[in-house]
């Protein structure tokens, strides 16, 4: 008779990490769909084939590695991995581009580091900038929404998305492309705000045309996993008061140099996208939740600035690199006290 | 103790100081004249790519005139380069500055010969993105010499744009505001030329005057 | 003057640079005497962090030479009884990099273990005595003699003088008070080895 | 004018980043970040010495080199000012604080071919800088090195436990990891 | 209602309690054989008092308690004492310990004990007495010597006296039913604590999820002044740190004991132990214990004598053993589990948890970190578990402390939210353990360093003395040329040696504050303890006392030695042969019961055991372990070696030369006999 | 016996202390210049001439330095040497001196030259020193190139474009590439891009250094270490 000879605790709670990243799959879902409402069924392609390289690319580093490959496809984090970069890219981009993009973001962001939990930058958002700096013609040729355009009919379908993302249309992106809202806005140094709302097809209700749907559905989704406990508050909703802070002090009402109203900054961009699916990556933010607020924060006010005055109309990647770099240092002076011990001292 | 420490140690330092500086010196001098020409030459070479040496017979370095304009959109003063085939001008080399680039502003140099055409033009320094708004620059793709022999008539007044503004210039994929901004840069340095031709020339030519009589 | 010197730039440059050097050159001729240390503190950290097993199997004679050695710049992966641990705390103390033990043949990490001498067998000869760098041993001449457990650091210098071979290293077993948890070791799938090759690195 | 010294802060500390953009300074960047103690004990020391060498170097060329016509001995009155301003510091503190010399024992002298130093001694000619911005630029340089090499030195204590593969153990992730860094200071670009 | 605090973190883990409450408590018999481990206690395990063969009655002491922070045990029920040995102990390690074995008569006959009913009359010290030699340690958790935490420095005055009545893991049962049946005892106990204690305050706090015991205590404790104070359930609110806050609002702070806040813990077992105790003068002899799990048929609770292995109680409540995938002492949260199912129910018994397959599987594969922070979040003491967790991987220990790993209290929250899977816990345990060494190390290096700095200094110091004597010898030589000498330097050397060897002594002896003077003993005796923890692996009796003879004589020639040198030693030499004699008379008396012993000292050996033994064999100079042959090989072995040696030596002029001469002359000595032994065996 | 120490000394310099790989000196002008070939070989160049000379020079002075100023008399002559090449750069490769910008000066600062006078010319005959400094120069120069090739084939698809800045104008031609339509791929030319290839050639030297290991231990199976354990307690007696 055999009895398992373990530490105590002996019970342990039915959640998985795999569970925890099917979770964030599947509450990415109602922005995915918007998205593609808006831009065409260009994003379902890029998405399957980001999960097909990044698959193959974790496969490989850990057959060089000679490590059970088995185990940890299996806990669905490259596919998150793919999936938000997927996401991140304008959904007609040719196929090469998202190839390398995901091949860095696993191989070099993640794998290098050691895989799952070890790499101290987010892998997507490695793999994104790399992409926006190599290939910016690429990486900003966003499509238009639907109907922004008189002589567009309708989206590309799946089809034309395969046709496009993979290079037998020739020069086809070109002819549908339109700068973003936030790039709008960044350029504008002569309208009012209220001008551009009138005079550029750009922009819709309260933020950009399209865009703000889909990060109502992104904030959603996002919700949705803060019910379920994924993952805490303190990150994302510090990151979106500090950047709504900040677009409430310099928006003075409107004028040609506003930097754009807070409601603008929600919902523009990959704002929400970021706030609820990015800033939360458990492994490259401070550990904790004091740690996780100054983290969003920094997040948030990074952003507004280089939003504001740098050379990129959205920055959710590269402030979430900076503060990825600044996440150890953080965590080192935000532990939590510990029961018994005096405030602020050891 | 203290004393001889400090003496010693600093004539050995001074001996050094000796050894060492009478080598630099010496390689100053021998070099001096060839990194004077040198300097020169690397000035002279983007004129010279504008306004080839064939077509004039003038040091440009040397034949300047000040110029200051909004139109040139650059702050203070600055200096245009006349080229003389034998005294005669055949092109002006006036230095002008977008300051709507999309990431600041992007310095220019443009050449116009004396009938109001372009002899070329070349961007100094910018700080666009790579891989978009850089094709500005020469070494990247040469779009900017597409601007040779256009003048302000040809295309007309309201053709002087990129496309996406239904003008005649190219624009690049995906970047719009970089040509756009050169486009314009250079239209106006046109306007200038025009305006101030008469000014130019005259002070030119006076200059080359009193040169001569110097 | 200045006029006159700005016209001969040999002389000016030597005398410009010569100039510094001496002012430079007295500065800290001036510094080098009054700011004289002497002793080297880093000297004494590393030496608190050997094991103090005085066992001489980084080829220095005890743990303070070593330290020595190490302030002065040889490797800090020498000393098997410290094993690893002293290895990373050396390197984090000298902020230099960790390298993996550079033992002899066979001489790599061993359980701590005492000496134990066979007192009947013992013939009182003393070279044990001499040879224990602790003064761990107790006896007579002519008599048996034994070792101080607690004192004893394991260095097995005693073991090869012995004439009669009556000392043996006893690893120094788990008790209820030392027993504790490993660290979990299943873990073949996560840490496992970098395989190059088939050979494990 | 304010406004203008403030760029320059910002574009010292954040824009033309004097590790990650410019690439000056790397030597103790690499070698002096494995702790971050170590780290921050190392940024204190130079960010002293670059604001008083650059300084130095400033008065230096501009009331000696410049008016003698001897701008070309520069680079070796610079470096000679440098070396003297480091030696004479660490003498100082080896005598006055045994313990801040043992964290920069062995990098106080790496200090002077620290290429920062230099670096922004030149550079402060290049740019043409006055006595004040001199000073500043210094300063701003010697900040942004600190900032990135405090952040580096944090992540890297982090990545010592982690499993990184055995090849790329050491320098060659510490280089990989100053990569992204540098790749998210690229966010910076344009804010000046 | 008495406000209740929130504590940081915790979890809900399925409460699984209602399975075994269905039932009343039941009393769980006697077994035939129980066996008592010395230590069931935090501190110094017992000294037995009994020896192999005595009768004893239920209740007897059978082992006293050895210091101030210690407990005695007593026998749960009359019988007779078969062994005093090794016995698998109820410790995760599942190494073996010391106990007392008794093999029960069935007749279960009390020895003669008396109460104190009116306690009130007796002062604290008084009633300390009672409770300490009732062998009362907490039951509640870690079995901490109750007449010690109930004896707090006047400087701690204790404000609130907090009865734990939590039972906040999943599972147990314990304290529930007590409170649900024995509340009058429980109450009564919780009085006469309060009589110790004078607090201003009492608080029996127990969990809302225990309804019908919370409607008991309440009816029971009116007018009482005792509060009964419920609140909401979550893991681990019965920790005492935890109970503390939620309770008082107030944190215990580090380093520091609750009494230093004016509180004092007990568990509610506890408590009506110490009423059986001081009231009716009953010993803890026993427990109530849940035995639960999918892998038993009836599921609850027993009363169990002390000492009962748990076999017995699974027989009693059916278990499945083809089921049972893991046997834990205690709760699925902090119990330990088990490999043996001899291993005897004690004090802090609370629980035999034995699960099935589908109800505690196997630990998932352990997958890394994702830093998801749910473990930070569950934490009690507000810790950095993933942190921790990286810190232990990297065996980053200062870090580790930089992190206060000494206040993780092993609740296994963070274990069990884990989404990787990762056995958190036995991180941190090993790395506590890892820090406690290396602390250790840290000390006896330094002492080290202390003796091997002495000693390099006392080197130099003789090399100047040998310096002055070769002078003053010359000197003297000189002077013996002119006048008669009668007395050659010679004598000078040893008595020098002597003076170290005494001075080695005597430092020794200061260092030491154990009562065996004799270091040379101490050491010998400090090796043999080592040997896996069981004083049964001491050397047997008979080994022992050929050796203490032996000593004795030597020490005796010793003396003798001494008188004829005139030493000034005579002293410590004759207390030493004192000593030895009577250490000899102990070991006598010793050798006629150790048949049984010598039985269980062999069932743990490993190689130290081994060395240890085939050296002491080899001393007591009788049953050596080699056969004769492998003697002869060995003794040739060395006996060529010790030639080489002295070939070298001789070689190289060296001063050994004796050594090994004699060395050799002895082994050949030993070779002829052993020989002749052999062929006296093969004749025979 | 000479001949063994120079090929170690050369062993040293190119491989197994390779001030860029393994001593990671000298890594601004490492990561900064190597976006092309030619602006790598360029620096590289000049900074084996720098150290060759000058650590003969320190080697010859060596005896007449004290510790108080040996720091300053050391980076003298350094600097000196390096003014000299800045100039002779200025007047015959302007265009190359202009690209490299401060990273010529710097030179003196490139730690790998002062490293090594400190520890190696200062203690060691001419000869020895010449021929460190010449190999130590030639490994730095050897990973500049070897990058700067990198870079420049990922980074642009070409190889050994400008040649004609150090060659002259009959250099111009040598350039390789580019594949029509290759877009380029920016960040390994910019800053990032310096940092990770780097990591990546120190990793692949790491690959390269195991499997020379691995087969030198299945070549010789086991030599026998000879003992270095010393006797603490002295001589016994
Ligand atoms: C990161 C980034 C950098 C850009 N850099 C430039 C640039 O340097 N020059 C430029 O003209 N457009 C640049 N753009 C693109 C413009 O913002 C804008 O999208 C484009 O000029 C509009 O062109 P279209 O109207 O042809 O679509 C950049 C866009 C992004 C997102
Ligand atoms: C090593 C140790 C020493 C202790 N010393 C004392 C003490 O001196 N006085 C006291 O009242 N309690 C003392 N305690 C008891 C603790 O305060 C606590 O009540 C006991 O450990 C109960 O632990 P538990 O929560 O794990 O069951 C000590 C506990 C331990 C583990
Ligand atoms: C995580 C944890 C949970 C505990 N849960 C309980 C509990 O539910 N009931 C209890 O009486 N003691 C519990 N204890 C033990 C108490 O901390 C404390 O030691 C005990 O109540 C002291 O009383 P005692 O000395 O009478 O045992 C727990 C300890 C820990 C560390
Ligand atoms: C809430 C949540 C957010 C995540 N966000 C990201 C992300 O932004 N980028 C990414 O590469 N992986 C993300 N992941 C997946 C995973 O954590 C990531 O691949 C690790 O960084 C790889 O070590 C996320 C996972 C979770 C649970
Ligand atoms: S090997 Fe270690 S323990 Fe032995 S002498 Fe050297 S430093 Fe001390
Ligand atoms: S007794 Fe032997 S092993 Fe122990 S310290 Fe002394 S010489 Fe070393
Ligand atoms: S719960 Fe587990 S995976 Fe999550 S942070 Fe804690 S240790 Fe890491
Ligand atoms: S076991 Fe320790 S670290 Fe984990 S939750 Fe409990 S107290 Fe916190
Ligand atoms: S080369 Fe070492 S710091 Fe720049």
């Given at each position: 008779?055999a ?10 709670s039915?959640t ?16 995915v769909?918007?998205?593609s ?7 379902f392609?890029n998405?399957?084939w ?24 299996k806990?669905?984090?490259a ?12 959904p007609?981009?040719?196929?090469w581009?998202?190839?390398?993009g ?6 070099i962001?993640k ?5 799952l939990g070890?790499?101290?930058?987010n892998?997507?958002?490695?793999g ?6 190599s ?13 922004t355009?008189a ?18 249309m020739?020069?086809?992106?070109d ?7 936030l790039d ?8 009012e705000v ?28 996002g ?28 928006y003075d ?6 930097g ?10 990959a ?9 939360t990556?458990?492994v ?11 983290y969003g924060?920094l ?9 504001c005055w ?7 990647a590269?402030s979430v690199?900076l503060?990825?770099?600044a ?7 935000t ?12 | ?28 001098l ?5 990194i004077?020409a040198q300097e020169?030459a690397?000035?002279a ?6 306004v080839?040496?064939e077509r004039?017979?003038n ?6 005139v ?8 650059i702050?203070?003063?600055?200096e245009?380069?006349i080229?003389?085939?034998d ?6 080399i ?11 502003e ?14 070329g033009v ?8 790579p891989?978009?708004?850089?094709k500005?620059?020469?070494k990247?793709?040469d ?9 302000l ?7 002087w ?17 970089t040509?756009?901004a ?9 306007l ?6 008469e ?14 009589d110097? | 003057?200045?006029e006159f010197?700005s016209?001969q730039?040999?002389?000016a ?7 510094l050097?001496?002012?430079f ?6 510094a ?12 004494d ?19 303070r ?8 710049g040889?490797?800090i992966n ?14 984090n ?13 066979g001489a ?6 005492v000496?134990y001498?066979?007192?009947?067998e013992?013939i009182g000869?003393t070279?044990c ?16 003699h034994?070792?101080?457990?607690d004192e ?13 071979d ?9 008790t209820?008070?030392?027993w504790?948890?490993?660290?979990p070791?299943?873990?073949?799938h996560?840490i ?8 494990a690195? | ?12 500390i954040?824009v ?20 971050l103690?170590?780290?921050?004990g ?7 010495v ?5 300084i ?5 060329y501009?009331?000696?080199?410049e ?16 070396a003297?301003v480091?030696q ?7 005598k ?8 920069l ?5 790496l ?9 922004v001694?030149?550079?402060?000619i290049n ?11 210094g ?7 600190s900032?990135?090499?405090?952040l580096f ?6 990545l010592?436990?982690?499993?990184v ?10 280089m ?6 540098s790749?998210?200071f690229?966010?910076f670009?344009?804010?000046? | ?18 399975q075994?409450t269905?039932t ?10 129980l ?33 101030f ?8 029920t009359?019988?007779?004492?078969v062994a ?18 008794i093999?029960?008569?069935g007749?279960?006959q ?5 109460g104190?009913?009116?306690y ?5 010290p ?23 935490k109930l004896?707090p ?9 907090i ?11 314990a304290?529930?039913m ?8 429980i109450?009564?106990?919780?009085k006469?604590l309060?009589?110790i ?13 225990k309804?019908?015991?919370l ?9 009482t002044g ?11 609110s019965?920790g ?6 939620i309770?008082?609002?107030?944190e215990?702070?580090?380093?520091k ?5 004016g509180v004092v ?7 009506t132990?110490?009423y059986?105790?001081v009231v ?11 035995v ?6 009836q ?14 109680l699974?027989?009693?409540s059916?278990w499945r053993?083809d089921v049972a ?10 119990g ?10 004690v ?5 035999i ?15 890394a970190?994702i ?6 979040e ?9 942190q ?6 990297g065996k ?6 930089q992190?206060n790993l ?8 963070c274990s069990y939210?884990?989404p990787?899977?990762i ?5 941190y345990?090993?790395s506590?353990?890892a820090?406690r ?14 003796r ?5 200094e ?5 090399a ?8 003053a ?10 006048s ?12 020098d040696?002597?003076?170290?060897i ?7 002896k ?19 303890a080592k040997?896996?923890?069981?004083p049964?692996?001491?050397?047997t009796p008979e080994?022992k ?12 020639e010793?003396y003798q030695?001494?008188?004829?040198q005139?030493s000034?030693?005579?002293?410590a ?11 000899l008379?102990?070991?006598k008396a010793?050798?006629?019961d150790t ?12 190689s130290?055991t081994?060395?240890?033994?085939r ?18 090989t060995?003794?040739k ?16 002029d ?19 006999k ?11 | ?20 790989l393994v ?28 150290l060759?000379?000058?650590?003969i020079?320190v080697s010859l ?5 004290n ?11 350094i ?18 001196y ?5 990273f ?5 600062t ?8 400190d ?7 001419v000869a020895?020193?010449a021929v460190d400094g ?8 050897l ?5 700067g ?5 990922i980074?642009?698809?070409?190889l ?5 800045l150090?060659?002259?104008a009959?250099a111009?031609?040598w350039?390789?590439g ?9 960040v390994?030319i ?6 990770i290839?780097?990591g990546?050639?120190?990793a692949g ?5 195991r499997?020379l290991?691995s087969?030198a ?5 086991t030599?026998?270490?000879?003992s270095?354990?010393?006797?603490v ?5």
């Open positions: 008779m009895f398992l000879r373990v530490t105590s605790p002996h019970a342990h039915p998985d990490t795999a569970s925890v990243m099917r979770l964030v799959l599947y509450a990415s879902i109602p922005g769909l918007c998205l409402y808006f831009f065409g069924a260009g994003i392609v998405i399957i980001a999960c097909l390289v990044a698959l193959g690319c974790e496969a490989l580093v850990l057959r060089l590695r000679g490590r059970q490959i088995g185990l940890y496809l806990d669905y984090s596919i998150v991995t793919a999936v938000l970069l997927a996401i991140a890219i304008p007609y981009a040719p196929w581009v998202l190839t390398i995901v091949a860095f973001a696993i191989i962001g794998n290098l580091y050691g895989g070890s790499n101290p930058f892998p997507a958002m490695v994104y900038v790399v992409l926006l700096i290939f910016p013609i690429q990486m900003t040729s966003w499509g238009a929404p639907i109907n355009i002589d567009q009919a309708a989206v590309p379908g799946v089809l034309d998305a395969l046709r496009l993302n993979f290079g037998f020739k020069e086809g992106v002819a549908f492309t339109m700068a973003t809202p709008v806005l960044k350029q504008n140094k002569a309208l209220s001008e551009l709302w009138q005079q550029k097809p750009q922009f819709g209700l309260f933020a950009g045309r399209g865009w703000e749907y889909a990060n109502l559905w992104f904030a959603v989704g919700c949705y996993l803060l019910y379920r406990r994924i993952f805490t508050w303190h990150a994302p909703i510090s990151m979106l008061l500090a950047l709504g802070f900040w677009a409430a002090l310099f009402g409107g004028s040609s140099a506003s754009g109203s807070p409601m603008f900054h929600w919902f523009s961009g704002t929400m996208l970021g706030a609820f699916f990015i800033v990556d458990p490259t933010s401070a550990v904790s939740t004091r740690g996780r607020m100054v924060a997040i948030g006010t990074l952003l507004y600035i280089i939003r740098g050379n990129y109309p959205d920055a959710i590269f690199l503060a990825n770099f996440a150890p240092f953080i965590d080192h002076y532990q939590p006290r510990t029961y018994g011990h005096k405030k602020g001292g050891q | 103790m203290l004393g001889k420490a400090i003496g010693k140690n600093s004539i050995i330092l001074g001996l050094f100081a000796v050894v060492t500086t009478s080598m630099i010196a010496l390689t100053y021998s070099t001096k004249e060839q004077i020169r690397a000035r070479r983007a004129l010279l790519e504008i080839p040496i004039h017979n040091t440009m370095l040397d034949d300047t000040m110029v200051d304009s909004e139109l040139l959109g702050k203070e003063s600055a245009a380069f080229a003389r085939q005294g005669i001008p055949v092109a002006v006036i230095p002008a500055t977008a300051p709507d680039g999309y990431s600041g992007i310095r220019l140099i443009v050449g116009i010969n004396m009938n109001g055409s372009i002899a070349r961007v100094l320094t910018h700080s666009e993105t891989g978009l708004g850089d500005v620059d020469l990247k793709s779009w900017i010499l597409g601007f040779n022999n256009k003048s008539t040809k295309p007309a007044t309201d053709l744009s990129v496309k996406k503004d239904k003008g005649y210039f190219d624009q690049f994929t995906g970047a719009t505001i040509p756009r050169v486009t314009k840069a250079v239209h106006r340095v046109l200038f030329f025009d305006e101030n031709q000014l130019l020339i005259d002070h030119a030519s006076l200059k080359q005057e009193s040169n001569n110097g | 003057m200045l010197i016209q730039p040999l002389l440059a030597l005398i410009v640079l010569v100039g050097g001496l002012v050159g007295a500065v800290l001729g001036f080098s005497v009054k700011f004289a240390t002497e002793g080297d503190p880093i000297t950290q590393i030496n608190a962090l050997l094991p103090q097993t005085q066992c001489g199997q980084c080829g220095h004679p005890g743990c030479p070593y330290a020595e050695a190490i302030t002065n040889e490797a020498r000393c098997p009884p410290g094993g690893e641990s002293t290895i990373a705390e050396l390197a103390l000298l902020d230099v990099e960790i390298l993996p033990l550079d033992a002899e043949e790599g990490e061993k359980p701590k273990s000496a001498i066979r007192e009947d013992c000869c070279k005595i001499q040879a224990c760098p602790m003064d761990a041993i107790l006896g007579a001449a002519k008599h048996m034994t070792v101080i457990v004893c650091t394991g260095c097995d210098l005693c073991v090869e003088p012995c004439p009669v009556c000392i043996d290293m006893i690893a120094l077993p788990t209820l008070q030392t504790a948890w490993e660290l070791s299943d873990k073949s996560i496992a080895t970098d395989v190059s090759h088939g050979e690195a | 004018m304010i406004a203008d010294y403030s760029l320059l802060l910002i574009g010292a954040l033309n980043n004097f590790v990650l953009v410019q690439f000056l300074g790397l030597c103790p960047f690499m070698g002096v970040s494995n702790k103690e170590t780290a921050m190392m940024s204190a020391a130079t960010t002293f670059l604001t008083l060498a650059s130095c170097s400033y008065l230096t501009t009331y000696l080199l008016p003698l016509g001897l701008t070309y001995l520069r680079t070796i009155s610079f470096i000679l000012v440098i003297v480091v004479f510091t660490e003498m100082v503190v080896r006055s604080s045994p313990m801040l010399h043992k964290v024992g062995v990098f106080l002298p200090i002077t071919t620290n290429c920062a130093v230099l670096g001694a030149l550079l402060n740019q043409q800088h006055n006595f004040l911005e001199s000073a500043l630029y300063f701003g340089a010697a900040v942004g090195f900032l990135v090499l405090v030195a944090a992540m890297r204590e982090r010592s436990v982690a499993d593969p055995e090849v790329f153990k050491g320098p060659a992730i510490g990989i990891t100053a990569g992204l860094m790749l998210a690229m966010g670009a344009g804010l000046v | 209602m008495r406000a209740v605090f929130n504590i940081p973190g915790g979890i809900h883990p399925p409460e699984n309690k209602v075994s269905a009343a408590i039941r009393s769980a018999g006697i077994p035939e054989l066996v008592f481990p010395l230590s069931q206690h935090i501190g110094a395990p017992a000294k037995p008092i009994v020896e192999v063969g005595n009768k004893v009655l239920k209740g007897q002491m059978i082992a006293e308690a050895n210091g922070v210690s407990v005695p045990v007593h026998a749960s009359s019988g007779e004492v005093i040995g090794g016995h698998v102990l109820p410790h995760p390690s599942g190494m073996s310990g010391p106990c007392i074995s093999k029960a008569d007749k279960d009390w020895i003669e004990h008396k104190v009913p009116d009130e009359a007796l002062d604290r008084a009633l300390l007495d009672i409770i300490r030699n009732a062998g009362i340690a907490g039951m509640g958790g870690a079995g901490f010597p109750s007449a010690v004896n420095r006047p400087d701690q005055p204790i404000k609130t006296l009865i734990n009545g939590t039972e906040c893991e999943p599972y147990i049962t304290d529930d007590l409170m649900r049946e024995r509340a009058e005892q109450l009564e106990g919780v006469v309060r009589h204690l004078t607090p201003t305050e009492t608080v029996i706090g127990i969990e809302d999820n309804a019908e015991a409607a008991i205590m309440r009816n029971a404790a009116k007018g005792i509060e009964i104070v419920d609140f909401p359930t979550k893991y681990p019965g005492e740190k935890q109970l503390i806050t309770i008082t609002g107030k215990v702070p580090k380093g004991l609750p009494a230093d806040i813990v007990q568990n509610l077992g506890t408590a132990a110490i059986r105790a009716h003068g009953e010993p803890l002899i026993s427990r109530i214990t849940t639960t799990g999918k892998a038993v048929e599921q609850q609770n027993f009363e169990t004598l002390l000492g009962s292995p748990i076999s017995h699974l027989t009693l059916k053993q995938i893991r046997l834990v002492m205690g709760g699925p949260m902090m330990f589990a088990l490999e043996d199912v001899s291993i005897p129910v004090k802090t018994t609370n629980c948890l034995v699960p099935n397959a589908e109800e505690l599987p196997e630990p998932a594969p352990e997958q970190c830093r998801c922070g749910m473990c930070a569950a934490c009690p003491a507000s810790l950095l578990p993933q921790l967790f990286w810190f232990s991987q980053e220990l200062e870090k580790l402390q992190h000494a206040d993780c209290i092993e609740c296994g929250c939210v884990c990787s899977n056995p958190l816990v036995q991180y345990r090993a506590k353990a820090i060494t290396h602390d250790q190390d840290l000390i006896k290096s330094d002492q080290s360093k202390a091997f700095e002495a000693r390099q006392r080197l130099e110091r003789e100047e003395a040998k310096e002055a004597k070769r002078q010898r010359a000197e003297a030589a000189k002077k013996a040329k002119a008669a000498a009668t007395k050659p330097g010679e004598t000078t050397s040893t008595t040696k002597d003076a170290i005494q001075a080695a002594i005597a430092r020794t200061a260092k030491k504050s154990e009562p065996s003077t004799d270091p040379v003993q101490a050491a010998i005796e400090r090796a043999q040997r896996s923890g069981a049964t692996a001491e050397e080994a006392l050929v050796k203490i003879e032996g000593r004795l004589k030597k020490a005796q010793k030695q001494a008188i004829e005139g000034d030693k005579l002293d030499f004759s207390a030493g042969i004192t000593k030895l004699e009577q250490q008379e102990l070991a010793a050798v006629p048949s049984e012993q010598q039985v269980e000292a062999s069932t743990n050996t490993d130290a081994d060395a240890i033994a050296a002491q064999a080899q001393r007591a100079g009788g049953a050596a372990k080699d056969t004769p042959e492998q003697a002869i060995k003794l072995k060395r006996l060529g070696a010790a030639k080489d040696k002295l070939a070298t030596a001789e070689n190289e060296n001063a050994n030369i004796e050594a090994f001469r004699a060395s050799v002359s002895t082994l050949q000595a030993k070779l002829q052993a020989e002749q032994q052999l062929t006296n065996d093969n004749v025979s | 016996m000479a001949n063994t120490k120079y090929k170690e000394l050369s062993v040293n310099g190119l491989w197994k202390n390779n001030p860029a001593q990671l000196l000298g890594l601004c002008p490492l990561l900064a210049v190597t976006g092309s070939v030619v602006n790598a070989l360029g620096l590289g160049l000049a900074t084996m001439m720098v060759s000379c000058s650590n020079a002075i060596r005896n007449l330095v510790d108080a100023i040996r720091l300053p008399a050391f980076v003298m002559i600097a000196a040497f390096t003014s000299c090449i800045e100039l002779l750069m200025k007047a015959y490769a302007y265009e190359l202009e690209i490299l910008g401060i010529i000066p710097l030179i003196i490139n730690c790998a030259i002062l490293g090594r006078a520890a190696f010319a200062s203690k060691n005959s020895a020193s010449f190999m130590m120069g030639m490994g730095f120069a990973v500049l190139v070897v990058l090739g990198i870079r420049e084939l980074g642009s698809g070409t050994f474009d400008n040649m004609d150090l060659f002259g009959s111009a031609s350039v390789i580019p594949p029509a339509g290759y877009p380029g791929f920016l390994v910019l800053p990032p891009g310096a940092f290839v780097t990546m050639l120190i030297k790491n690959i390269i250094d499997e290991k087969r231990e299945a070549k010789t199976d030599t026998e270490a000879s270095r354990r010393v006797r307690t002295g001589h016994i007696s």
